[in-house]
């Protein structure tokens, strides 16, 4: 069965430290994958995505992914974490041909410390 | 240009009764789609439209209907709520052939009591 993994719930970090956000997917081809944000009481914005080629993709808001096709994952990265990080970060995943219909991950919430 | 909008934004329903969720856009995006939100499920789909007059099933689709009369509308059926239904729901729409964004609405919050 098709599914997004984010294995993370709940992650705390520190004002300026670097963050990683894990997210697996289970699917029978590699798919294209993405990475939103939603603030609280917002929409989803889109954050990056991953279609083809490089597969270190950078995106909005300094944050990076890397996709790793051997381990199924497309972890999301920032070297140093803002207080405005702090929101729920969804990881999907899409057919790369066909409905558009997009599988979500659970969430990670990511609380920031001043 | 107002991107993907949603109405109402709250709403309270007893358990029974009806109501409609519009979602409009602005952007003449082909596809559409309805998710809703619950606490450590992430967004499930409840229904997606490929053009208008189309509509299809998605991983929750009971207990709705749906119906895509004019491109940029896609109106969410709720037609005997129940308090499962209690949920945030988000319309997004996709500009199919582009770069595959979803843009999304700011949500509903939904109470059925």
């Known amino acids: 069965a098709q599914s997004v993994t984010q294995p993370d719930i709940h992650i705390t970090v520190s004002e300026g430290a670097s963050l990683e956000l894990r997210c697996n997917y289970s699917y029978g081809a590699t798919p294209y994958l993405f990475w939103y944000v939603q603030s609280p009481g917002q929409g989803l914005q889109l954050l990056l995505k991953?279609?083809?080629?490089?597969?270190l993709v950078q995106g909005i808001k300094g944050f990076e992914a890397e996709f790793k096709r051997s381990q199924s994952s497309f972890n999301l990265r920032k070297p140093s974490v803002h207080w405005s990080d702090a929101a729920e970060y969804f990881c999907a995943v899409a057919p790369t041909s066909g409905t558009y219909k997009y599988i979500f991950g659970t969430g990670t919430r990511l609380k920031v410390l001043a | 240009n107002a991107g993907v909008t949603q109405t109402p934004k709250f709403r309270v329903l007893k358990t029974g009764q009806s109501m409609t969720l519009l979602c409009a856009q602005d952007?003449?995006?082909?596809?559409m789609y309805w998710y809703r939100q619950d606490p450590g499920m992430g967004l499930r789909l409840i229904h997606y439209?490929?053009?208008?007059?189309?509509?299809a099933k998605g991983e929750v689709p009971d207990g709705y209907n749906v119906s895509r009369l004019k491109k940029q509308n896609f109106l969410l059926g709720l037609e005997s709520a129940a308090p499962s239904q209690t949920s945030v729901y988000f319309c997004a729409s996709i500009n199919a052939g582009r770069n595959y964004e979803q843009y999304f609405g700011p949500g509903t919050r939904l109470t059925v009591t």
């Open positions: 991953y279609f083809s080629g490089d597969t």
């Open positions: 952007m003449n995006h082909e596809y």
């Open positions: 439209s490929v053009g208008e007059g189309t509509t």
